[in-house]
C-alpha cells in the first residue's frame, strides 16, 4: 500500500479551527480514522469514516470536529473547529480493510500515517 501522507496541524489559540489531510492513494474502500495521542496517554480515537461516508465521533469531539474523505482526490481530513487546550497533541491518520470501523481501537488499524501535531494554548 501506498504510505498515508498527512499533512496540516500547527498552533492554534482556544476556540480556533484547523484542519488536517491525510493523502490516502488506492484506500477508497478502506475505513479511516483519525486518532490523538495526547502528551503522557495512550492513541485514542477521534472520528473514523467508512467507505460508504457513514462517520462515528468520540463524545469529546461532537458537533467541533468533522471527519470526510473526498474519495476522487483520495484525501482523508479533519476539520477541527472550537479547538480546547485539550485536544493538544499528535493526531495520526490511519486505514483498514473493509470491515467494521474501530473507533476505540487503534489496534486494529494496520496503515498509519506520520503523525503531525497540534497545539492549543489556552
Not at 37 to 64: C, F, H, L, M
Not at 76 to 85: A, F, G, H, K, T
Request: charged share 20%; net charge negative.
Amino acid at each position: 500500500q501506498v504510505p498515508l501522507v498527512q499533512s496540516g496541524g500547527g498552533s492554534v489559540q482556544a476556540g480556533g479551527s484547523l484542519r488536517l489531510s491525510c493523502a490516502a492513494s488506492g484506500y477508497s474502500d478502506y475505513c479511516m480514522g483519525w486518532f490523538h495521542e495526547a502528551p503522557g496517554k495512550e492513541r485514542e480515537g477521534v472520528a473514523v469514516i467508512d467507505s460508504d461516508g457513514s462517520t462515528r465521533y468520540d463524545d469529546s469531539v461532537k458537533g467541533r470536529f468533522t471527519i470526510s474523505r473526498d474519495n476522487a482526490k483520495e484525501i482523508l481530513y479533519l476539520q477541527m473547529d472550537s479547538l480546547r487546550p485539550e485536544d493538544t497533541g499528535l493526531y495520526y491518520c490511519a486505514a483498514e480493510s473493509p470491515g467494521i470501523c474501530w473507533l476505540y481501537s487503534p489496534n486494529k488499524y494496520k496503515f498509519w500515517g506520520q503523525g503531525t501535531q497540534v497545539t492549543v494554548s489556552s
